[in-house]
């Protein structure tokens, strides 16, 4: 049973940071592209950024400089480091597992507010 569980979004004031996690089972963790997408009320799910089976890692424009993608392969866990935190940031934050198949978490609230 595949399952992905995303960790550590919470309530910070602009400028913050956080560190989220994502916590990988029942896949062969180093074969997979990771990723980090987030979705705000009324809006469509979008991609925050990505690391490769290889560590190549892509970011969207609104976060390149602010945030930064890693991975783990001896813990299966990817992280999301997020610095200099926007109210825009606010959303549900959720773990992508790719490879010939999708698979996701169930996402973990990111609230940046003052």
């Known amino acids: 049973q595949v399952q992905l569980v995303e960790s550590g979004g919470d309530l910070v004031q602009p400028g913050g940071s956080l560190r989220l996690s994502c916590a990988a089972s029942?896949?062969?963790?180093?074969?997979?592209?990771m990723g980090w997408y987030r979705q705000a009320p009324g809006k469509q799910r979008e991609l925050v950024a990505t690391?490769?089976?290889?560590?190549?890692?892509e970011y969207a424009d609104f976060v390149k400089g602010r945030f930064t993608i890693s991975r783990d392969n001896a813990k299966n866990t990817v992280y999301l480091q997020m610095n200099s935190l926007k109210p825009e940031d606010t959303a549900v934050y959720y773990c992508?597992?790719?490879?010939?198949?999708?698979?996701w978490g169930q996402g973990t609230q990111v609230t940046v507010s003052s």
């Open positions: 029942g896949i062969d963790f180093r074969r997979f592209a």
């Open positions: 690391i490769t089976s290889g560590d190549s890692t």
């Open positions: 992508n597992a790719k490879l010939l198949w999708n698979y």
